[in-house]
């Protein structure tokens, strides 16, 4: 089906498990690399996460993606420490300093008292970064829904309209990116008969959508309510196919197959931080120390 794009460009956690330090690091305290001079763990998020889609296909060695590897029959090793959520992620890696991981801009924006990005690459994940193209790890914000929803739901299509007005775009630009291509618009409070939105999917889109649908609601003086739940891009994209919600929120784009059964909308763009924890050593990884990382388990010595 089309994709209609109003903004154009660019569980339970497992226990973690650290593996041994390269020759020349030092010893490890009880907080692992109790400086953050070695990281040795990587936290990653479960295989259906759009998140973690987004940094397998961006994280590339030698022209070859963690993605590519993979498709040539790899597997990521067995003791990477694989979280349900965002937020599993960012507890996971602020608890100790030997630990990596990636999450959306916005959330680690929200988080910065417990956890810093690294540069990749010498380049520093902020939101300008990303809209500039500098920062190579990012990705869409996208909702999922059945073809022709927008048409026969008028609530669906006032949601939508008020995230593209003034006051959606603010809430979206704190955090995240809005993109040259959109016509800002005025917003009309709602004037139909249905009084539930149900969405469901991505951990790194639902804090953005919590917070706009808490906006939407008072625009229209609570008359109408917008239920957020979490389960991965996989999960949203696959109630949004079998329209048991009404937005899947992804933070991946749609599979071939998945395009030929639902719509996809592009809200927003994010970038995907590294993250360590706050006040580690290590401030700079590159792409192909990640690559590394996720597909031998390869320390990262941070240089004396």
């Known amino acids: 089906m089309k994709k209609k794009i109003f903004a ?37 998020r479960e295989p259906s996460s759009g998140t973690r889609e987004v940094f397998e296909e961006k994280v590339v060695k030698d ?17 990477i420490s694989e979280q349900s959520s965002t937020a599993a992620v960012i507890t996971q890696v602020s608890q100790s300093f030997d630990r990596l991981g990636y999450v959306s801009l916005g959330s680690y924006m929200e988080n910065t008292d417990k956890v810093q990005a690294v540069t ?26 059945q073809p022709g929803a927008l048409e026969s739901n008028d609530l669906l299509a006032n949601f939508v309209l008020f995230m593209e007005s003034e006051e959606g775009q603010e809430i979206m630009m704190k955090d995240y990116i809005q993109l040259p291509g959109l016509e800002v618009k005025e917003y ?10 149900n969405c469901s999917g991505s951990t790194s889109v639902a804090p953005l959508m919590r917070e706009l649908a808490a906006a939407f609601s008072k625009a229209n003086d609570g ?26 929120m992804s933070s991946r784009e749609l599979k071939a197959e998945e395009d030929a059964a639902v719509d996809a909308m ?11 924890k706050k006040g580690s050593k290590c401030t700079a ?12 388990l390869t320390p990262i010595v941070t240089e004396a």
């Open 188 to 197: 009309t409070p709602y004037a139909g008969t249905k009084t539930t939105l």
């Open 266 to 276: 592009h809200i927003c763009l994010d970038g995907v931080a590294v993250i360590v």
């Open 223 to 248: 008359k109408v309510t917008v239920n957020v739940q979490e389960g991965g891009s996989g999960v949203g994209i696959q109630q949004a196919t079998e329209g048991t919600v009404d937005f899947g």
């Open 8 to 44: 154009i460009g660019l569980a339970t956690a497992m226990t973690v498990s650290a593996v041994g330090l390269m020759a020349g690091c030092g010893g490890r305290g009880a907080d692992g690399a109790a400086d953050g001079s070695s990281i040795l763990t990587a936290v990653a």
């Open 120 to 145: 990749v690459d010498g380049v520093e994940a902020t939101k300008e970064n990303v809209q500039s193209g500098e920062y190579s790890i990012w990705r869409n914000f996208n909702i999922i829904y």
């Open 63 to 79: 022209g070859v993606s963690i993605a590519d590897w993979l498709d040539e029959g790899n597997k990521m090793p067995g003791e």
């Open 285 to 296: 990884v590159t792409l192909a120390q990640l690559f590394d990382l996720y597909t031998a």
